[in-house]
């Protein structure tokens, strides 16, 4: 934390600190009115309402009462599930005291908003214009719900958090640009099918961040530190074919959700955990890891190894040889012992390439937008690392694909040039292979030099969650539909709660559609919409599943749906893009989006 007179001209402002807050906006609807018909009735609720909620909600939830005015109140917390979990103990508050009056017209109802943002503190109030948008976005809820910002909706946890419903983006009073919204869904998460793969019988590992240690919880270098040593770590287990290992993004998100080990192993599926903590200064770090069972704890291995900071970036981090050799024999022994016993039956250049991709991924146009200049600055840092130029060859992929592109064939150009960048600089990287795949599926309808590509990045990585999605989805493009699902059932697996999980839910609705599973093919498409409403593609095959399932209604809606997103297109759009068209159910699939009502022309 900084003080103010570190970013504010050179003056010093005592008391005052930036801070990353999650604001919590409570609003009561209608307060004006009700207080004139029940003044007296109303302030006795609302004093009530919030002596409990300071008293019996905030203080579980490290949360803080800023202010409380006559109809509503601001509230901060340290991590946005703190604030929502906070939120909804506040609606239940509410409803319990609305059960207690006798009658109906007294009733009090609530709007909530959230949003994470770097906000000012001091000891009595917050202040900055990410107060503003808490409160707008209260103000954009219906009575009863809560409303979040993209910005905290990224943050919730898939499968343990609630779900949130893409609202759009939407235009708030007094702000220039409209603002990405999401309605918080009542009820319990859904979690995805996961069918037992009971031919890959091969223990799962989750690699979390090594976290620093006391006292240097706080040390943001650190931090990195132990986030990059995590990362190098499973860069070298990866190719041990005789380990799945859990996506980074997906155990990065678990990890800091400090859940139970019960729950950790339930949420990532994994067997076992390698985790640790990290202590130092700006010259050399100590790093001790374990393995542990991922439900119960055990201590299966524990080492303190050290090193230099520049020999933790450097290419070869022997520290990270060390440890990665210890996991794999650990687990290994683990699995012997257990077969014989058991019966039959680079720190800133990291967040610019995770800010790049997750926000490209939004498919919202400003953000699209902004994720090509952070793809842009990485790439200009490490013009020899070749993941900015796949990422960047997506990027225009993207485009053409979400019918942004101002100038199509350029974009395609320039994803194709980029693509093959990206491997002359690293041939061997199972990413950038996923990715040329993509370019060469999407942009010239080469599917035998696509599939060959993701095989190729497979055989490199069989861990290349992205790969196992896109050769799925090119294998139903050939009518390959039960192995087209297996593939895309193998993604999700090895990427249980990653951020952009509605992208593997897109692909899963695509193979779904090309082995006939109408009905799931609706439901991963419907998930997708739920968590993004902006990607074109997906309201296509949900248009399609259901014109074939015999639901033309639904389908007609759909479409009106697709052509607001993209009014330009039309079947002919669909056959000219689509890399299926020319297979045996690229006709079919052209019919149902006719008869769903799909212009044949733009």
């Given at each position: 934390m900084s003080t103010v007179g570190e970013w504010e001209d050179s003056n010093c402002w005592p008391g005052l600190s930036r801070a990353r807050r999650a604001l919590l906006v409570v609003d009561l609807v209608e307060s004006v009115r009700k207080m004139q018909r029940f003044e007296a009735e109303v302030i006795q609720t609302w004093r009530r309402f919030v002596q409990q909620v300071r008293d019996n909600v905030l203080p579980a939830h490290a949360g803080r009462l800023v202010k409380s005015l006559g109809d509503g109140m601001l509230i901060e917390f340290e991590r946005v599930h703190e604030a929502v979990e906070?939120?909804?103990?506040?609606?239940?508050?509410?409803?319990?005291?609305?059960?207690?009056?006798?009658?109906?017209?007294?009733?009090?109802?609530?709007?909530?908003?959230?949003?994470?943002?770097?906000?000012?503190?001091?000891e009595l109030d917050v202040y900055g214009s990410g107060v503003n948008l808490a409160a707008r976005l209260a103000s954009l809820a219906v009575p009863g719900d809560i409303v979040l910002s993209a910005d905290a909706r990224d943050q919730l946890l898939p499968g343990t958090d609630p779900d949130a419903?893409?609202?759009?983006?939407?235009?708030?009073?007094?702000?220039?640009?409209?603002?990405?919204?999401?309605?918080?869904?009542?009820?319990?998460?859904?979690?995805?099918?996961?069918?037992?793969?009971?031919?890959?019988?091969?223990?799962?590992?989750?690699?979390?961040?090594?976290?620093?240690?006391?006292?240097?919880?706080?040390?943001?270098?650190?931090?990195?530190?132990?986030?990059?040593?995590?990362?190098?770590?499973?860069?070298?287990?990866?190719?041990?074919?005789?380990?799945?290992?859990?996506?980074?993004?997906?155990?990065?998100?678990?990890?800091?959700?400090?859940?139970?080990?019960?729950?950790?192993?339930?949420?990532?599926?994994?067997?076992?955990?390698?985790?640790?903590?990290?202590?130092?200064?700006?010259?050399?770090?100590?790093i001790r890891a374990s393995v542990r069972s991922a439900r119960n704890q055990d201590l299966l291995w524990e080492q303190e190894v050290s090193a230099t900071v520049s020999?933790?970036?450097?290419?070869?981090?022997?520290?990270?040889?060390?440890?990665?050799?210890?996991?794999?024999?650990?687990?290994?022994?683990?699995?012997?012992?257990?077969?014989?016993?058991?019966p039959l039956p680079n720190m800133h250049a990291h967040a610019l390439l995770y800010g790049g991709v997750s926000l490209m991924h939004r498919f919202s146009r400003g953000d699209f937008l902004r994720a090509r200049e952070l793809l842009h600055a990485l790439q200009e840092r490490v013009p020899r690392h070749g993941l900015p130029y796949a990422w960047l060859a997506r990027w225009h992929l993207f485009a053409?694909?979400?019918?942004?592109?101002?100038?199509?064939?350029?974009?395609?150009?320039?994803?194709?040039?980029?693509?093959?960048?990206?491997?002359?600089?690293?041939?061997?990287?199972?990413?950038?292979?996923?990715?040329?795949?993509?370019?060469?599926?999407?942009?010239?309808?080469?599917?035998?030099?696509?599939?060959a590509l993701y095989r190729k990045a497979l055989e490199i990585n069989p861990q290349e969650s992205l790969?196992?999605?896109?050769?799925?989805?090119?294998?139903?493009?050939?009518?390959?539909?039960?192995?087209?699902?297996?593939?895309?059932e193998m993604a999700l697996s090895l990427s249980p709660v990653d951020p952009m999980r509605f992208f593997y839910h897109v692909h899963g609705s695509a193979t779904a559609l090309a082995a006939g599973r109408y009905d799931r093919a609706i439901d991963f498409a419907q998930r997708?919409?739920?968590?993004?409403?902006?990607?074109?593609?997906?309201?296509?095959?949900?248009?399609?599943?259901?014109?074939?399932?015999g639901r033309l209604d639904d389908a007609r809606k759909t479409v009106e749906q697709m052509l607001v997103q993209d009014p330009s297109y039309s079947v002919c759009t669909f056959l000219e893009r689509s890399p299926g068209a020319k297979f045996g159910q690229g006709e079919r699939f052209a019919q149902a989006l006719r008869e769903a009502g799909l212009p044949e022309t733009a």
């Open positions: 906070a939120a909804q103990k506040i609606k239940l508050v509410l409803e319990r005291l609305n059960q207690d009056s006798r009658r109906a017209e007294l009733a009090l109802q609530l709007r909530l908003g959230i949003h994470v943002a770097d906000v000012v503190v001091d419903e893409d609202l759009g983006e939407c235009w708030l009073k007094h702000f220039d640009e409209p603002v990405r919204a999401y309605r918080l869904i009542d009820g319990a998460p859904r979690t995805d099918p996961m069918p037992v793969d009971r031919t890959d019988l091969r223990p799962v590992l989750a690699i979390l961040p090594f976290l620093p240690a006391a006292p240097f919880e706080s040390d943001p270098q650190l931090s990195c530190l132990g986030e990059l040593f995590a990362s190098e770590v499973q860069a070298l287990i990866l190719p041990n074919a005789s380990l799945k290992v859990i996506a980074r993004p997906s155990a990065k998100a678990a990890a800091e959700r400090s859940l139970a080990p019960e729950r950790l192993s339930d949420v990532l599926r994994a067997d076992f955990v390698l985790s640790g903590t990290i202590e130092g200064d700006i010259a050399r770090v100590r020999e933790l970036h450097s290419d070869s981090c022997e520290v990270a040889h060390v440890v990665a050799i210890a996991v794999g024999d650990t687990i290994l022994d683990r699995q012997m012992r257990m077969a014989r016993l058991t053409v694909i979400q019918g942004w592109s101002t100038d199509v064939g350029t974009d395609c150009r320039q994803a194709q040039d980029l693509a093959r960048r990206a491997l002359d600089l690293d041939p061997e990287s199972s990413l950038a292979l996923a990715i040329a795949g993509s370019v060469h599926l999407q942009l010239q309808h080469d599917v035998t030099q696509a599939e790969a196992w999605l896109l050769l799925g989805t090119a294998l139903g493009f050939q009518s390959q539909g039960e192995e087209a699902v297996r593939h895309s997708a919409l739920t968590a993004n409403r902006q990607h074109t593609s997906t309201y296509r095959s949900l248009a399609i599943a259901q014109s074939l399932s």
